[in-house]
C-alpha cells in the first residue's frame, strides 16, 4: 500500500529546476571534499514530529491526521512504520530517530508497553533490512506521562525514577536491536518551575546516577555507539538542568560521565538559550564533545521551540563549518528535529519540508567546502594567532615560560598600546563574497 500517493520519488535536478518537489542542491553521492553528500550530512528522519504529531496547539486541536488507515492502536503504529520507510525512500533519506513512545502505543502498565514496542521493533528491524536504513539514534519519553510531570531523573518520586530507569533501560535494549549508533538523552522535564519546592543538589545528584547506571547497562548489552545529551534552555520547564553545551559538559565532568557522552546540539535550542547554533557547536567541539546535530530552527521573535524545517542558508553554512572542522560525523547525523507549521497540513508539505531542509544543508555544505576551499578566512584566524608560534608566545602556548620572564618581556615592550585589528566586518565581506 501507498501512503503518499502525491509524493514522487525526489530526485536531484540541479539548482537551475523550478520543479519544488526535486533537490536543487542535495546530491547524495556527488563527492565533496573527498566523501559523498550523505556521508557528510547523514539525514535522519525524526519520527515523532514527521510520523506522530498532528499540528495541535495550545489554542487548537490537530490539522491532520497521522492514523495513516489504522484501526486499531496497534495497526495505526506498524501503518506509520511502513509510511516512515515510504518517506525515507522517497527523499533519499538513509536515518530515522525515535523515541519509544513515537513507534509504539504506551500500554496500561510496562509490561503493556515493552511488549508493544516489542512487536513494532521487530516490524522495524524486517524494514531497516529490506530498505537499507539505520537508526541514527532512539531515545526513551520520560515527559509525556503525568507520572512525569515533576521530571523522570530529577523527579522528588523514586517510584518516578524507578519507572524512568526501566523504561530507558527498555530503550536501550530495542536500540541495540535496531543497531542504533546512538542513544540521546534530552532531559525532557528535568528541572524546576520554582526552587521553592526543589532540591536541587539532590536533583542533580539523582540524574548523575541514573545516566551512569542506564549508560552503563547498554555497554553490557552490547551498544556500541555514542550517548548524547541534549540541551535546551528551558521548555517545557521554566529552568532545564541541561541549559547549554557549556552546562552539559560541567555537568558531564562532575559525575564522570564526560567519556562516554557526547553531546546532540539542536538549533534551536541554541537560539533559546541566547547562543548562535554555531556557538553551541564550536563549545561541543573544542571541548571534544562534538555529536550529533538536531537541525531546525526557530523563530528568534518568538520565546519557544518553534521546530521550523532549517531554510537559513548563512546558518547552514556556519553549521556545515562546524562540522568539517570537527572532523565531519562518525556516529551522529543530521536530524531533522522540526515539524511543518500547523497550516502547512497536507502530504506534500511534508515533502516540501524535508526538501527545504536538505536543500538548505546541501547548500550549507557547498557554500562551506567553497570557504575552505578559498581559504582567506582560515588563513586569517592562522595569522590572528601567529604571535604564539614563536619567541615569548611559542613559550606560552608550550606553558614553559615563568610569570618573571612575562613579567620582563612586558617591561621590554615600553609604550605598548595597540595590537592588530580583528576585521570583523572585512571578513564577514569574504563570507559574502564567497556565498553570493
Ligand atoms: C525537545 C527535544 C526533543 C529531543 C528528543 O525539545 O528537541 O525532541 O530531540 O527527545
Ligand atoms: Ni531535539
Ligand atoms: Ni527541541
Known amino acids: 500500500m501507498e501512503f503518499f500517493p502525491t509524493i514522487p520519488v525526489i530526485k536531484y535536478e540541479g539548482k537551475d529546476s523550478k520543479n519544488m518537489l526535486a533537490f536543487r542542491h542535495y546530491n547524495p553521492d556527488e563527492v565533496i571534499l573527498g566523501k559523498p553528500m550523505r556521508e557528510h550530512l547523514k539525514f535522519a528522519?525524526?519520527?515523532w514530529h514527521t510520523m506522530c504529531a498532528e499540528g495541535s496547539d495550545m489554542f487548537g486541536r490537530g490539522t491532520m491526521n497521522k492514523d495513516f488507515g489504522g484501526q486499531t492502536p496497534m495497526e495505526i503504529y506498524k501503518n506509520k512504520a511502513y509510511a516512515a520507510f515510504e518517506l525515507m525512500n522517497k527523499l533519499s533519506i538513509d536515518y530515522f530517530c525515535f523515541?519509544?513512545?513515537?513507534?509504539?502505543?504506551?500500554?496500561k502498565t510496562l509490561e503493556e508497553s515493552n511488549k508493544n514496542l516489542d512487536e513494532i521493533a521487530e516490524l522495524l528491524e524486517k524494514l531497516m533490512k529490506e530498505n537499507n536504513k539505520k537508526l541514527l539514534w532512539g531515545t526513551a519519553n520520560c515527559f509525556n506521562h503525568p507520572r512525569y510531570m515533576n521530571g523522570a531523573g530529577t523527579s522528588p518520586e523514586a517510584d518516578a525514577f524507578a519507572y524512568a530507569a526501566a523504561q530507558i533501560k527498555k530503550a536501550m535494549e530495542v536500540t541495540v536491536k535496531l543497531g542504533g549508533n546512538g542513544y540521546v538523552y534530552w532531559g525532557g522535564r528535568e528541572g524546576y518551575e520554582t526552587l521553592l519546592n526543589t532540591d536541587m543538589g539532590k536533583e542533580l545528584d539523582n540524574l548523575g546516577f541514573l545516566l551512569k547506571l542506564t549508560s552503563q547497562y547498554a555497554r553490557s548489552i552490547g551498544f556500541k555507539g555514542d550517548f548524547y545529551i541534549e540541551p535546551k534552555p528551558k521548555e517545557p520547564t521554566k529552568h532545564q538542568y541541561d541549559f547549554d553545551a557549556a552546562t552539559v559538559i560541567g555537568f558531564l565532568q562532575k559525575y564522570d560521565l564526560m567519556d562516554d557522552f557526547k553531546l546532540n546540539i539542536e538549533a534551536n535550542h541554541a537560539t533559546l538559550a541566547g547562543h548562535t547554533f554555531?556557538?553551541?557547536?564550536?563549545?561541543?567541539?573544542?571541548?571534544?564533545?562534538?555529536?550529533?546535530?538536531?537541525?531546525?530552527q526557530g523563530d528568534l521573535q518568538l520565546g519557544w521551540d518553534t521546530d521550523q524545517f532549517p531554510t537559513n542558508v548563512y546558518e547552514t553554512t556556519m553549521c556545515m563549518l562546524e562540522v568539517i572542522k570537527?572532523?565531519?560525523?562518525?556516529?551522529?547525523?543530521?536530524?531533522?528535529?522540526?515539524?511543518?507549521?500547523?497550516?502547512?497540513?497536507?502530504?506534500?508539505?511534508?515533502?516540501?519540508?524535508?526538501?527545504?531542509?536538505?536543500?538548505?544543508?546541501?547548500?550549507?555544505?557547498?557554500l562551506a567546502a567553497m570557504v575552505l576551499e578559498d581559504g582567506r578566512i582560515e588563513e586569517f584566524v592562522k595569522?590572528?594567532?601567529?604571535?604564539?608560534?614563536?619567541?615569548?608566545?611559542?613559550?606560552?602556548?608550550?606553558?614553559?615560560?615563568?610569570?618573571?620572564?612575562?613579567?620582563?618581556?612586558?617591561?621590554?615592550?615600553?609604550?605598548?598600546?595597540?595590537?592588530?585589528?580583528?576585521?570583523?566586518?572585512?571578513?564577514?565581506?569574504?563570507?559574502?563574497?564567497?556565498?553570493?
Request: no cysteine; aromatic share 10%; hydrophobic share 35%.
Open 45 to 47: 528522519l525524526s519520527y
Open 99 to 107: 523515541h519509544d513512545r513515537d513507534i509504539a502505543p504506551e500500554g
Open 278 to 296: 554555531q556557538h553551541e557547536l564550536a563549545v561541543a567541539r573544542v571541548n571534544g564533545a562534538f555529536g550529533s546535530i538536531d537541525a531546525n
Open 326 to 366: 570537527a572532523g565531519g560525523f562518525t556516529n551522529g547525523g543530521l536530524n531533522f528535529d522540526a515539524k511543518t507549521r500547523r497550516a502547512s497540513n497536507t502530504p506534500e508539505d511534508i515533502a516540501y519540508s524535508y526538501i527545504a531542509g536538505m536543500d538548505a544543508f546541501a547548500l550549507g555544505l557547498r
Open 383 to 436: 595569522q590572528r594567532y601567529a604571535s604564539y608560534e614563536s619567541g615569548i608566545g611559542k613559550k606560552i602556548s608550550d606553558k614553559t615560560v615563568t610569570i618573571e620572564e612575562l613579567e620582563a618581556h612586558a617591561k621590554g615592550l615600553g609604550e605598548f598600546e595597540t595590537v592588530p585589528s580583528g576585521r570583523q566586518e572585512y571578513l564577514e565581506n569574504i563570507l559574502n563574497s564567497i556565498m553570493f
